[in-house]
């Protein structure tokens, strides 16, 4: 089993820019990949970005270009650098992980001011 903490998320003006962070711990030599998702109020949850154990990323149309991806194997960790950050953006990013049961964090709220 592989236990997923988010941190880094708050309030940022338009145009600003935050870094999500997501801390593995447990079963970590057997995830195989790791995402961001997003839930907006009234929404479904989506996929933000995707980093698998080759460094591969994938990204949803609507961050690239702004969100990057990346993961730091001796820390554990996967981040997530947001910039150009729009209102729309707002919403609680969650943590995914695959090892190969899937774990969810807890969740991280972003608000975007416009």
């Known amino acids: 089993q592989v236990q997923l903490v988010e941190s880094g998320g708050g309030l940022v003006q338009a145009g600003g820019s935050l870094r999500l962070s997501c801390a593995a711990s447990?079963?970590?030599?057997?995830?195989?990949?790791m995402a961001w998702y997003r839930q907006a109020p009234g929404k479904q949850r989506e996929l933000v970005a995707f980093i698998n154990s080759g460094g591969s990323t994938k990204y949803a149309d609507s961050v690239k270009g702004r969100f990057t991806i990346s993961r730091d194997n001796a820390k554990n960790t996967v981040y997530l650098q947001m910039n150009s950050l729009k209102p729309e953006d707002t919403a609680v990013y969650y943590c995914?992980?695959?090892?190969?049961?899937?774990?969810w964090g807890q969740g991280t709220q972003v608000t975007v001011s416009s």
């Open positions: 995914w992980a695959v090892s190969p049961m899937v774990s």
């Open positions: 447990g079963s970590i030599f057997s995830i195989n990949a």
